[in-house]
């Protein structure tokens, strides 16, 4: 039985409102970036909002973007970003106008569009769901997802990411869902404290409270072990953002393909960043970005397979009708991408 508290209820009505928000705030006629004069040259000084900023590890790019001056390299000055967490303030922020970008869900950014918003994908950002994992109980005599069969599986929340992506582990393990007890935690403490009261028998970790804590609970998987590619979450804006100023849009783009680089290239470093902003754990930090760098974690481009597991996922947790039409043209804008980075988006699902 799936239990479901009126609290995560409102905390997913309130990630959806932002993203709507995020879309028509961007779309209204005073939500050009600022911009100040410096040297001579126009800077465009702007506010973004980025999933679970600064703790999640959706962040290391921006946060990367920042301290490495890549932003300033392209004529960009963050004024602020603010956390993807919903609330009174980040709603008020986001219809001002002052966040053409965010960093959001992939499913929230799809259904958001299925809803009417006039929200673009301009690119990428994490395509794995290499940061989470599935634990049990040291004691426990469990060792893969299959063990789970008659068991307990939690999740966090119904319509999840969490949730659709144990579908597709079900789907490649050969396990039908109807053969183990599915319950919703309500989120990733919620689903530590009741694997350690025996409520349920696995649960979902992400990193870096899985550095720190790991040695507490015994790993069962990795969840990208079972489904490699997953398009966690993209980069948006609004159509007039678009049309009133694209040398943002590239520019933007172009500052987050540097820090990605650079992240690949000085993990060590970035996991510090990581840990600087987040005021987290440094060694913790440094292990969870050499970990996921391994498994090419970030990147500006739109995984086809990452995408689709994500929409299959959507449709296994009832938030994608089957059979759902997408106007991937209008969805998504490929154009300042580099060329090695466009996809087909007549391979995605919903053509």
Not at 85 to 105: E, H, I, M, Q, W
Not at 239 to 263: E, G, M
Not at 318 to 324: A, C, D, I, M, R
Request: with cysteine; glycine share 8%; hydrophobic share 35%.
């Amino acid at each position: 039985m799936i239990r479901i508290s009126w609290n995560r209820k409102l905390s997913m009505l309130a990630s959806f409102m932002l993203v709507s928000a995020l879309v028509f705030g961007c779309g209204q006629s005073e939500s050009k970036p600022a911009s100040s004069e410096k040297s001579g040259d126009k800077i465009d000084k702007i506010e973004i909002t980025v999933t679970h900023y600064p703790t999640g590890l959706y962040s290391l790019p921006y946060e990367v973007a920042v301290d490495k001056g890549f932003f300033k390299e392209e004529k960009i000055e963050i004024g602020g970003i603010v956390p993807g967490s919903g609330g009174g303030t980040t709603v008020r922020n986001v219809l001002s106008g002052k966040l053409p970008f965010g960093d959001v869900a992939t499913s929230a950014a799809a259904q958001s569009f299925l809803s009417g918003a006039p929200i673009v994908i301009v690119a990428g950002s994490v395509q794995t769901f290499s940061d989470s994992f599935y634990v049990t109980r040291k004691d426990a005599p469990f060792q893969k997802a299959e063990d789970l069969v008659g068991h307990k599986w939690a999740f966090t929340s119904p319509g999840s990411a969490t949730e659709a992506v144990s579908r597709l582990i079900f789907e490649k393990a050969n396990i039908d869902p109807k053969s183990l007890e599915f319950v919703s935690s309500g989120g990733i403490n919620e689903g530590l404290t009741l694997l350690e009261k025996g409520g349920v028998d696995a649960t979902v970790i992400g990193e870096p409270l899985y550095s720190t804590k790991k040695n507490d609970y015994k790993t069962l998987f990795r969840l990208s072990d079972y489904v490699p590619k997953f398009e966690q979450s993209v980069i948006v804006t609004s159509p007039q953002l678009i049309q009133q100023n694209p040398s943002l849009v590239k520019r933007f783009l172009t500052a987050i393909q540097k820090a990605d680089q650079w992240i690949y290239q000085n993990p060590e470093e970035a996991g510090k960043i990581f840990a600087k902003y987040g005021k987290i754990d440094e060694t913790a930090s440094i292990e969870a970005v050499k970990g996921l760098v391994k498994l090419n974690h970030w990147t500006t481009k739109v995984d086809v397979d990452g995408m689709n597991n994500v929409l299959k996922g959507m449709q296994y947790t009832g938030t994608l009708k089957t059979g759902t039409k997408i106007d991937w043209k209008e969805l998504m804008n490929q154009t300042f991408l580099p060329q090695d980075q466009q996809i087909d988006t007549s391979k995605l699902i919903g053509n």
